[in-house]
């Protein structure tokens, strides 16, 4: 199994910055790509950002040119810079993982979630 440990997050005034890490640890060959995804109170899940092995990386609409995602594959870690932080970015943020433990065998995990609240 793979699991997903994520630290960052709380509260943070408009317009501030936030930072939120995520590790994996367990069985793992490799992964193909990390993400964030967040959840509003009422509203379903969505993709903030994602990067993948080659550093590839895809963005939300609504948080391009405010936030950054950065991987550090050596420690199975991915990262998400938060800028100019708006109160419509308050939600659970959540890591996911994307890979295999084994060559025949994938994975796809999730971390337990961690809130970002923006508020004055």
């Known amino acids: 199994q793979v699991q997903l440990v994520e630290s960052g997050g709380g509260l943070v005034q408009p317009g501030g910055s936030l930072s939120l890490s995520c590790a994996a640890s367990g069985s793992i060959f490799r992964i193909i790509a990390m993400g964030w995804y967040r959840q509003a109170p009422g509203k379903q899940r969505e993709l903030v950002a994602v990067?993948?092995?080659?550093?590839?990386?895809t963005y939300a609409d609504s948080v391009k040119g405010r936030f950054t995602i950065s991987r550090d594959n050596t420690r199975n870690a991915v990262y998400l810079q938060m800028d100019s932080l708006k109160s419509e970015d308050t939600a659970v943020y959540s890591c996911?993982?994307?890979?295999?433990?084994?060559?025949?065998?994938?994975?796809?995990?999730w971390g337990q979630g961690t809130q970002v609240t923006v508020s004055s």
């Open positions: 990067i993948y092995f080659a550093s590839h990386t």
């Open positions: 996911n993982a994307k890979g295999y433990e084994t060559p025949y065998r994938s994975f796809d995990s």
